[in-house]
């Protein structure tokens, strides 16, 4: 059930004021003032300060001058002798303030600048600065400039300093000690320098965020397992869901990995393995979002299975002998003074009668299924060099990975690492899971995983010559999960009806659970729609009617996801809307009740959200603010008069109270079902206005 309400006060009306909408004030200085110690501006100032001659900035809470309540935080500085001053003036420490600094776009700051006695043609200008310390890494200072609000002698402006995402992480990271502050620059005239500087503070506020009342999680714990980390923390009081974000080095942003959790845990997958990642985990409620976690590391178990190193021969991998260009031949050798790890790698000389692409090495996957149909691609370490070689302009060199299966032949590039002459490197292929299914499929005996050599020179004038020498050493599957990935679900079967789809589909012996994907266009990019437990049915709602939908059906197990499933496509029917779903597709073209056409949202701003719109016919993107209901005595009797339309889901309620704060149950007055005709209805209190010192009436409205 989802509900709405207003309420009315009877012969009065009561303001008050409020901030705007997404700005959170950290301070206006009036908490901070000490009838006995004016200079008591902890933790704002950190100590005495002195300009760059020596002489002593004087700091105080003052009630002389503010732009927003009674106090601001003055500075005064010495002038004399100098012929520019740079100085941080007020700074506070960002922890306090994380929860709302992380939601918001900047900070914002009324300042006051005034130098009576100063030049003629003085400068001046406000900064702001970042610092972040963290130990055994270098302290960090980042430098921000305003936007708009330049300082105008004798006068209070408004300035703000836009944050990006990047400096929003690193003065929130709970890793670091961090703190805002604000520099002044002024300067003129060397000759006419003298006076002091007086530079006032007042009502620093985080630009759109949201106060969060809710702690950070605690407890975080993060457990390594194969390919990924298993984590678990404590609930937060009045928490509804849970956000977990990651990164992969000390510093740096954190990514968002999880939202809209409702558990207290999370189980991370498909990382790299023998790889730390460090998380931190944050609590929200319907308006807020809380500080972050202290955060913890986790490093996962190594993932690699080695294949081979070479040090028991070329076999399988060499099988027979080769030609170059010209049949020239090429000589395959155990290196065994040159490797990336043990002692021994396998070498192949390759005379450079002309560009060469050819295999070198190649293997029949049959002995390695087990490993790689539990992998996610593969790792090799490259070493090439080029002896003789001519000038190296216009010379080329590349190595990819190899598939062949029957008469399925296919190259990849390295997603990582790239081969350089006189150097071990390492090359990584990641391989999807239709792949890893073709080279482990137990029918076919006949797939081979090899690696493709290519050199040449492509400059016109450039020449060939000398001989190119490739060795490859420790060969092995990466990404190992405890077991295979579930094979791909077979007998899809989509059914369209009216603004859904309804499929079916026959299981995946190992799989554990299904992803629905969907795709507008036959052959995707495919959008998942659905994560399922182990059903063999779904049927995908809220879909436009007249709509053709192609759909895919990918399993799950504890190894990851298994290639998808044929796809299968039909058509939705033509979907006749009605009540509130029908006004939303009107107004937002959608009938879902999510974004500007949620129940609870207000998109023209006038007060009165989406429910109540429908419910009192109004119109959701005109402000009508006569939409109200209205409040009127009418026999000594408070009474409540607002339009009804005919929507027999909804349920209308009139609830009485004296205080605001207990609604007395049940309503004074109610209509849902048949009762709801269209047009004005006025609703009588029960009781004399003249028996309460204040009475309200509120009209609350549901629907299911």
Known sequence: MKSLSLALLALGLLTAPFAAFGDVQITSFEELFDPGDPTYIDPWISGPGTNSVGAEIIYQITDTAASDGTYSLEAAVPMDGLDGFWDRLVRFPTADHASVIAQGTGIQADVYY????????????????????????????????????????????????????????????????STIGFLLGTGGPAEEIAGTVKLRFDNIVVVGASASSLTAPTDLVGEPVLGGANLTWTATPNALTYTVRRRASLTGAYATIASGLTTTSYNDTGLEGNTTYYYVVTASDADSESAFSTSVAVTTPNDEVLLTSFESGLAPWVQGDATAAGDAPITYAINTSSASEGTTSAEASIPMLDSQNLIFYTVPTAGYRTDIAQSTGIKADVYIDWIDRPEPTGQWYNIVLNLSSDDSYSDLEATSGSPAIGEWRTL??????????????????????????????????????????????????????????????????????????????????????????????????????????????????????????????????????????????????????????????????????????????????????????????????????????????????????FDRIDDPTLLYEVLATDDLTTWAAPAIWSSTGEENTAGLVTVTDTELLSAHARRFLRLRVTTP
């Open 428 to 641: 990584t292929w990641n391989l999807t899971s239709e792949q890893i299914a073709t080279l482990t499929a137990n029918q076919n005996t006949f797939s081979n995983l090899g690696f493709r050599f290519g050199a040449g020179v492509w400059m016109e004038g450039a020449t060939m010559g000398g001989t190119f020498v490739i060795r490859v050493d420790n060969i092995r599957v990466k990404g190992v999960r405890e077991v295979a990935v579930p094979a791909a679900p077979t007998g899809l079967v989509a059914t369209g009806g009216p603004g859904e789809v309804a499929l079916t589909w026959n299981a995946s012996p190992t799989a554990t659970g299904y992803t629905v994907q969907r795709s507008t266009v036959s052959g995707g990019p495919y959008t998942p729609v659905a994560n399922l437990g182990n059903v063999l049915s779904h049927t995908d709602t809220g879909l436009a009617g007249s709509t053709t939908y192609h759909y895919v059906i990918v399993p799950v197990n504890a190894g990851g996801n298994g290639p998808a499933s044929a796809e299968a496509s039909a058509t939705t029917e033509a979907v006749v809307l009605g009540g509130i779903a029908s006004w939303r597709q009107m107004h937002f073209d959608t009938t879902e009740p999510t974004g500007d056409a949620a129940n609870d949202a207000d998109p023209d701003a006038d007060g009165v959200a989406n429910l109540l719109e429908y419910a009192l016919a109004g119109d959701p993107m005109v402000a009508e603010h006569d939409l109200l209901p209205v409040a009127t005595v009418v026999d000594g009797k408070l009474t409540l008069g």
């Open 114 to 177: 005034e130098w009576p006695d100063g030049p003629s043609g003085p400068w001046y200008t406000v900064i702001m600065v970042l610092e972040s310390t963290q130990t055994d890494l270098p302290n960090s200072w980042t430098q921000i400039d305003s936007v708009g609000g330049n300082l105008v002698p004798g006068e209070w402006r408004t300035i703000f300093f836009p944050m990006t995402a990047e400096q929003v992480a690193q003065v929130t990271d709970p890793d670091q000690t």
